[in-house]
């Protein structure tokens, strides 16, 4: 199976700012997602881009302070979050590949996974 790399990753105080990375360069024909799972807790979508990166979705909890977008070339999948919080400590994965734009929050929907990079926020 196809494994994506994510980067960006790493330690910050509440009300800090990361921004995570994920070369799509060959999978940005499908739509793409970010996925998180905090400790204790099950998978979850965070947000999602169309195939093309013109349509954008978020889950309530991150809508406003974190932003999907593609780069100009469609090379790399961004996930820039500000304002962060101490429940936003988790595990992130980007996800490609995706065959149905409405059902971005399955997991089965997408064909691309990554390995998973942390995100910690400290209060």
């Known amino acids: 199976q196809v494994r994506l790399v994510e980067s960006g990753g790493g330690s910050v105080q509440a009300g800090g700012s990361l921004r995570l990375s994920c070369p799509v360069s060959d999978f940005s024909s499908g739509s793409m997602a970010w996925f998180r799972r905090a400790p204790g807790k099950e998978l979850e979508g965070v947000a999602a881009?169309?195939?093309?990166?013109?349509?954008?979705r978020y889950s309530d909890a991150v809508d406003g302070r974190f932003t999907i977008f593609l780069d100009s070339g469609q090379q790399t999948m961004s996930l820039q979050m500000n304002d962060l919080k101490p429940e936003d400590t988790a595990l992130y994965y980007c996800?490609?590949?995706?065959?149905?734009?409405?059902?971005?929050?399955?997991?089965?929907?997408?064909?691309?996974w990554g390995q998973g990079t942390q995100v910690t926020v400290s209060a």
């Open positions: 996800a490609a590949g995706g065959r149905a734009f409405s059902r971005w929050r399955w997991l089965s929907n997408y064909d691309y």
């Open positions: 881009l169309s195939s093309g990166g013109t349509i954008q």
